[in-house]
């Protein structure tokens, strides 16, 4: 009998501990513990966290993933290390992108999946190789992409931890207005 | 290569100043009986337990038998899996669905609640499309609660036993697990989780149009809450598919350096809490350094293998890139190899596809999950941990003619054959499993490599499904009634059959007078020690899992070059 009472009293402190710890998040960061959800003209257009399927040649691409980016799902192809499959899905994956980005050779984590399939951000080489297919079908002057990209990556934490980074929701909404400002002024 | 050795000298700075705290303070709050002078931290708790206590009907001060502490431990376990039987069951009645609407099979839930009670949290189900937000951001934590808090008291009790000689209160050890060690830390952890931008709210999902027009469904919920108790209690369950990986669950570097501290914690602070119980840090500076150094060794070779990149990859591309398979951009190489030989010691949490690793990483892995006794599994490890130093203690003992003894207190027979059940439970119940899975289900493809490779995630899952882990090679289909039924039950028989013996062990142990020391005695804090130790700890398992790990990722590299 104790037992089960002691089981009834974890159920109450488990519920106790969900409640609070919502509630206080919420009132102290509440951006964060709603998803970080980037708006734009009052609608929202996507979490900072997570990464959407671009396939506009005008946008900077995601990495590969095997759900193409769908929000509500996640998980990748898990291809064993020496497979067949990883070796030619990395194979296809290359001759796509030099297909696409006029023979501009990628960086290898823009043609590998991530683990979760909804990494939202690229390597900041990943970012420069596209540069050359967004300024052919965009028109815009190389240099301003260039100086975008630099704006808006972050880079090795103290110059030491991870990777130069960019998070390419965050880039193609600056690219927008770049190209809604052109469009404008043309 | 610098990136590594600053990141394994904050992470172990953190972590031992953080654990010496932790390890200090379970020392003064989980003796038995109570302290007679109490600091203010203890009064304060006591208050808040007293009508816990009362509503329970616990006497705190009653001290039962080993076997009543095991049972006891083990009927609330049940229980609590009954309840949440009948809530996963009818989780299409519930409310707070969320967008989910399925009725799962039986086989399923079993499953589900034999991983979450021993602690394993193996994940076979999507947890997107199988549970409703009830189940997943209610019933899962609480779960995760209340096998974190036994396995916690399964550590101390036999901690205790030997060195303080008292077997204690199973209901007052797993409560004050949960009111001073998990709540308390695990609502700060979640805090600090929200501040790097973990979602943390009741709204199930929210829908958007992305910049190209399609509609997107993102699915939020208590993430943070859920986030705490997978680390802090070492389950590993994922509260979206991807664990760790998914960028809700992990979002920055930073917050992916604290998951491997968090993750840690817990079980260093037991180790130092043996050394104050003990009143001989030295005892456990030897262990702690011995451990740390097999995990910071690890630590290194994930790393510089995952680092050097796959070359069949890029002698394809003609480009020197490290192995980005599987791996996050924001982690970096040397985050997800950290995290991934970290997670394999302790948590079934990934925050990489392991399946992508290196097969060097992947045997580290497996070896980690046959020996089960660097740091281990919330409270378990310790256990393992103390288990090594009474087997190493035998074996010297035997060595040079003495009666064997481990903190002053003589091994006998009945000792002997506990420690031993320890040791040989899980190699019988992964062997087994291993052998009857692939005269059943033999593996069909052509390929060498894949044949080779099917028999590695055969054995990864039942390696992580016995030694309470739950990671897994994720590429092997498990979502059928065949994995669901065999891993609950070599799961279940797993830890509670080791949780008996563990608690047995400590019971025999209790009531044996300290004998005094001796020159003759041979000293178990010293570093000729920590070499014995180290080295009866894995050859013992290398001597049952040698030809095993031999057939599965060093012939996977052998066959490549």
């Known amino acids: 009998m104790t037992g089960i009472r002691v089981c009834l009293v974890s159920i109450i402190l488990t519920i106790i501990y969900v409640f609070t710890t919502v509630m206080l998040s919420n009132l102290l960061f509440h951006s964060n513990s709603n998803g970080s959800l980037i708006k734009a003209n009052d609608k929202i257009i996507g979490s900072k966290l997570l990464g959407q399927n671009f396939t506009n040649a005008k946008y900077f691409h995601n990495r590969p993933s095997l759900y193409k980016y769908k929000n509500d799902i996640s998980g990748n192809s898990n291809f064993p290390y020496y497979s067949k499959e990883l070796k030619d899905y990395i194979a296809n994956n290359y001759s796509e992108f030099l297909k696409l980005n006029h023979n501009t050779t990628p960086d290898l984590n823009l043609i590998t999946e991530s683990a979760s399939g909804l990494d939202p951000h690229i390597t900041f080489k990943g970012a420069i190789s596209q540069v050359n297919r967004i300024v052919n079908s965009s028109q815009l002057n190389k240099e301003k992409i260039i100086k975008l990209i630099q704006k808006k990556s972050s880079p090795r934490i103290l110059g030491l931890f991870g990777e130069k980074i960019v998070n390419v929701l965050e880039l193609n909404l600056e690219l927008k207005k770049l190209y809604a400002k052109t469009t404008r002024s043309g | 290569m610098f990136e590594l050795i600053i990141f394994i000298t904050l992470l172990l700075s953190i972590l031992i100043a953080l654990s010496y705290l932790l390890g200090k303070f379970i020392a003064?709050?989980?003796?038995?009986?109570?302290?007679?002078?109490?600091?203010?931290?203890?009064?304060?708790?006591?208050?808040?337990?007293?009508?816990?206590?009362?509503?329970?009907?616990?006497?705190?001060?009653?001290?039962?038998?080993?076997?009543?502490?095991?049972?006891?431990?083990?009927?609330?376990?049940?229980?609590?899996?009954?309840?949440?039987?009948?809530?996963?069951?009818?989780?299409?009645?519930?409310?707070?669905?969320?967008?989910?609407?399925?009725?799962?099979?039986?086989?399923?839930?079993?499953?589900?609640?034999?991983?979450?009670?021993?602690?394993?949290?193996?994940?076979?189900?999507?947890?997107?499309?199988?549970?409703?937000?009830?189940?997943?951001?209610?019933?899962?934590?609480?779960?995760?609660?209340?096998?974190?808090?036994?396995?916690?008291?399964?550590?101390?009790?036999?901690?205790?036993?030997?060195?303080?000689?008292?077997?204690?209160?199973?209901?007052?050890?797993?409560?004050?697990?949960?009111?001073?060690?998990?709540?308390?830390?695990?609502?700060?952890?979640?805090?600090?989780?929200?501040?790097?931008?973990?979602?943390?709210?009741?709204?199930?999902?929210?829908?958007?149009?992305?910049?190209?027009?399609?509609?997107?469904?993102?699915?939020?919920?208590?993430?943070?809450?859920?986030?705490?108790?997978?680390?802090?209690g070492e389950n590993g369950q994922s509260c979206l598919n991807a664990n760790s990986a998914h960028p809700f669950e992990n979002p920055s570097y930073l917050s992916n350096f604290l998951e491997v501290v968090f993750i840690l914690i817990v079980p260093l602070a037991l180790i130092i809490t043996l050394g104050f119980w003990l009143k001989n840090h030295k005892q456990s500076i030897v262990i702690l350094s011995v451990l740390l150094f097999v995990l910071i060794f690890e630590f290194t070779l994930t790393t510089i293998v995952e680092l050097k990149g796959n070359h069949r990859i890029n002698n394809f591309l003609g480009m020197h890139y490290s192995n980005w398979v599987g791996k996050e951009t924001r982690f970096g190489i040397v985050g997800s190899s950290v995290f991934e030989a970290a997670i394999s010691n302790v948590s079934g949490s990934a925050n990489s596809s392991l399946e992508s690793f290196h097969p060097i990483a992947i045997a580290l892995a497996l070896f980690n999950l046959s020996n089960q006794s660097i740091f281990g599994v919330q409270g378990f490890g310790l256990v393992f941990t103390i288990n090594f130093i009474l087997y190493t203690s035998f074996f010297i003992g035997l060595m040079l003619g003495k009666t064997p003894e481990i903190f002053g207190k003589r091994i006998k027979k009945n000792e002997v054959i506990l420690s031993s059940v320890l040791l040989l439970l899980n190699p019988l119940l992964v062997l087994f499993g291993v052998a009857l899975t692939l005269i059943l289900y033999p593996d069909h493809s052509t390929n060498f490599y894949d044949h080779i490779h099917y028999y590695t995630r055969v054995f990864y899952e039942f390696a992580s499904g016995a030694a309470s882990n739950g990671s897994g090679l994720e590429g092997l289909v498990d979502n059928n009634t065949y994995w669901n039924l065999s891993l609950a039950f070599v799961m279940f028989v797993a830890r509670y059959g080791a949780m008996a013996s563990m608690i047995m062990l400590g019971g025999s142990l209790a009531r044996k007078p300290v004998l005094p020391t001796t020159s003759a005695t041979f000293k178990t804090d010293t570093i000729l020690f920590g070499f014995v130790f180290l080295f009866m700890s894995i050859i013992s398992t290398i001597l049952t899992y040698f030809p095993f790990i031999i057939l599965s990722p060093v012939s996977e590299l052998l066959i490549q070059k």
């Not at chain 2, 602690?119 to 209610?138: D, G, V």
């Not at chain 2, 396995?151 to 303080?164: D, E, K, N, V, W």
């Open chain 2, 28 to 232: 003064t709050h989980f003796t038995f009986p109570d302290n007679a002078t109490k600091t203010k931290l203890e009064v304060f708790f006591d208050k808040i337990e007293q009508p816990i206590y009362r509503f329970c009907g616990v006497d705190p001060k009653k001290e039962v038998s080993a076997k009543e502490y095991f049972f006891s431990l083990f009927w609330s376990n049940i229980f609590l899996v009954i309840v949440c039987f009948f809530a996963l069951y009818f989780q299409n009645i519930l409310p707070y669905k969320g967008n989910v609407r399925w009725q799962l099979d039986i086989p399923l839930i079993l499953h589900i609640l034999s991983s979450l009670i021993t602690n394993t949290c193996q994940t076979h189900h999507i947890p997107e499309q199988h549970l409703t937000h009830l189940s997943n951001y209610f019933i899962m934590p609480l779960l995760m609660f209340y096998s974190s808090a036994s396995g916690i008291a399964t550590g101390i009790m036999p901690m205790r036993s030997i060195t303080l000689g008292k077997i204690g209160n199973p209901y007052t050890d797993v409560i004050k697990a949960m009111t001073r060690i998990l709540f308390p830390i695990c609502f700060l952890v979640a805090l600090i989780f929200v501040a790097l931008g973990m979602p943390n709210t009741f709204n199930p999902s929210v829908t958007y149009h992305t910049l190209e027009n399609i509609k997107q469904t993102i699915i939020t919920g208590p993430i943070a809450a859920f986030e705490a108790i997978k680390l802090i």
